[in-house]
């Protein structure tokens, strides 16, 4: 590839208001992803599991699931499919090849997922974005109200389906799949514990959970279920750059709507939710499979009204000092990203200080906010001298087959 088609956008061609949010979200995830690296798998959506239905624990608990649980992963998702709606527009507007370096992007962002996935955390993300990132880019002329709606039938209607039609089959599972699953929210069954043992091991005890965790995500879960939301929600994304929307250009008023629709709206129906799985006795069943869906259809509700709120401080200019420490680390999302999970995995697994399942909910917000701090400080110094991230860097410089110029 030449010089002249080897280049990545300037600086100056980027959207403020698309950094603080790519920030607010980056940030954001860690306070649930948290929850993975420092508990059994199954307490991510199941509060029942320590026994965490009463108290500061309980209203942590609560409060996440209605704000972020899902919520800031919405954002990051609509992010990212204005990111390709960008990087494409952008590459055929400069003459270069748009496709090649749209599947060399790709390609080096799956490789990082996959090792992300089996050597640090199961949890990754980065997989199906990449995969999901071809897909969307094939329909990036469509007109925004279209990737809006398709984007919406897409994100909702395939992954309920599929959990509407697995839970229709319950009748019929074996005895011991349902046993299996009640006793996933049991913290003494022989799964939690051997879960529990191998994040107390080595490094290379962990890998027994790991990798079949991962490879369940990436054989299973994600080619029915996370591929299909994600990409819809890409979609909308896509139809919200299109819109004005991410570049905080819409009125006070639209925004405004946003957050109040976003909430009155949303709200109630995640907090439908909780209200089922408690009448159930959070069985852990119909939590999967039928109560989950009303976090999936309200929580994209809730993320609009984030991103009408980061919008509009970023459309009155206000809070300068945090819109830039913001951009910074959404600047750095990647390598902030993939930081998140080498801290945690020092903090929580065997291999480091060996915190797994010895934190309480409530605690675990002390932690959250010393790594927010740490990575807010790091973002703005390591961008005084340098124009990339250390990991964004890395991925142009492959992206491009050229190393990139790092140092301001």
Same mark, same amino acid.
């Given at each position: 590839?030449?010089?002249?088609?080897?280049?990545?956008?300037?600086?100056?061609? +980027?959207?403020?208001?698309?950094?603080?949010? +790519?920030?607010?979200?980056?940030?954001?995830?860690?306070?649930?992803?948290?929850?993975?690296?420092?508990?059994?798998?199954?307490?991510?959506?199941?509060?029942?599991?320590?026994?965490?239905?009463?108290?500061?624990?309980?209203?942590?608990?609560?409060?996440?699931?209605? $704000?972020?649980?899902?919520? $800031?992963?919405?954002? $990051?998702?609509?992010?990212?499919?204005?990111?390709?709606?960008?990087?494409?527009?952008?590459a055929t507007a400069k003459n270069h090849a748009a496709w090649k370096l749209q599947f060399s992007r790709m390609g080096w962002l799956l490789l990082i997922g996959l090792l992300h996935a089996y050597l640090i955390w199961y949890g990754d993300i980065l997989v199906s974005y990449a995969v999901a990132g071809i897909v969307i880019a094939l329909v990036r002329?469509?007109?925004?109200?279209?990737?809006?709606?398709?984007?919406?039938?897409?994100?909702?209607?395939?992954?309920?389906?599929?959990?509407?039609?697995?839970?229709?089959?319950?009748?019929?599972?074996?005895?011991?799949?349902?046993?299996?699953?009640?006793?996933?929210?049991?913290?003494?069954?022989?799964?939690?514990?051997?879960?529990?043992?191998?994040?107390?091991?080595?490094?290379?005890?962990?890998?027994?959970?790991?990798?079949?965790?991962?490879?369940?995500?990436?054989?299973?879960?994600?080619?029915?279920?996370?591929?299909?939301?994600?990409?819809?929600?890409?979609?909308?994304?896509?139809?919200?750059?299109?819109?004005?929307?991410?570049?905080?250009?819409?009125?006070?008023? $639209?925004?405004?709507?946003?957050?109040?629709?976003?909430?009155?709206?949303?709200?109630?129906?995640?907090?439908?939710?909780?209200?089922?799985?408690?009448?159930?006795?959070?069985?852990?069943?119909?939590?999967?499979?039928?109560?989950?869906?009303?976090?999936?259809?309200?929580?994209?509700?809730?993320?609009?009204?984030?991103?009408?709120?980061?919008?509009?401080?970023?459309?009155?200019?206000?809070?300068?000092?945090?819109?830039?420490?913001?951009?910074?680390?959404?600047?750095?999302?990647?390598?902030?990203y993939i930081a998140q999970s080498i801290i945690c995995s020092v903090l929580f697994y065997g291999h480091g200080f060996g915190w797994f399942g010895q934190l309480e909910r409530v605690e675990l917000l002390y932690v959250v906010a010393a790594i927010w701090a740490f990575q807010i400080v790091f973002s703005i110094l390591w961008l005084k001298s340098f124009?990339?991230?250390?990991?964004?860097?890395?991925?142009?410089?492959?992206?491009?087959? +050229?190393?990139?110029?790092?140092?301001?």
């Amino acid at each position: 590839m030449d010089a002249q088609h080897s280049q990545p956008i300037n600086l100056g061609e +980027r959207i403020d208001s698309l950094d603080v949010l +790519r920030g607010v979200a980056i940030l954001g995830i860690l306070l649930m992803n948290i929850v993975t690296f420092s508990m059994v798998l199954a307490t991510y959506t199941n509060p029942s599991v320590y026994n965490d239905l009463s108290g500061p624990d309980w209203w942590t608990w609560l409060t996440l699931h209605l $704000f972020v649980d899902q919520k $800031f992963m919405t954002m $990051f998702s609509v992010l990212f499919g204005a990111g390709v709606c960008i990087f494409m527009e952008r590459a055929t507007a400069k003459n270069h090849a748009a496709w090649k370096l749209q599947f060399s992007r790709m390609g080096w962002l799956l490789l990082i997922g996959l090792l992300h996935a089996y050597l640090i955390w199961y949890g990754d993300i980065l997989v199906s974005y990449a995969v999901a990132g071809i897909v969307i880019a094939l329909v990036r002329s469509w007109k925004p109200m279209t990737l809006f709606v398709v984007g919406v039938v897409v994100m909702l209607l395939i992954p309920i389906l599929f959990n509407s039609a697995v839970y229709l089959t319950i009748p019929y599972w074996p005895e011991e799949a349902i046993a299996s699953f009640h006793n996933s929210v049991n913290l003494e069954s022989n799964e939690n514990m051997a879960e529990i043992a191998a994040y107390n091991g080595s490094w290379l005890g962990q890998l027994v959970h790991r990798i079949p965790t991962s490879l369940m995500m990436h054989i299973f879960i994600v080619p029915v279920y996370i591929f299909w939301h994600a990409a819809g929600l890409m979609m909308m994304g896509m139809a919200a750059y299109k819109w004005g929307i991410l570049s905080a250009t819409r009125s006070t008023t $639209f925004y405004g709507m946003m957050i109040g629709i976003g909430l009155l709206i949303g709200l109630p129906l995640v907090g439908a939710g909780v209200w089922f799985n408690t009448q159930s006795g959070w069985d852990p069943i119909r939590g999967m499979f039928l109560y989950g869906n009303w976090n999936l259809v309200g929580g994209p509700f809730v993320a609009a009204a984030w991103i009408g709120l980061v919008m509009l401080i970023c459309k009155w200019n206000v809070l300068p000092h945090a819109r830039n420490a913001l951009a910074s680390v959404g600047r750095m999302a990647l390598t902030n990203y993939i930081a998140q999970s080498i801290i945690c995995s020092v903090l929580f697994y065997g291999h480091g200080f060996g915190w797994f399942g010895q934190l309480e909910r409530v605690e675990l917000l002390y932690v959250v906010a010393a790594i927010w701090a740490f990575q807010i400080v790091f973002s703005i110094l390591w961008l005084k001298s340098f124009r990339f991230g250390p990991l964004e860097w890395a991925w142009r410089s492959a992206t491009y087959l +050229r190393i990139q110029q790092l140092r301001r």
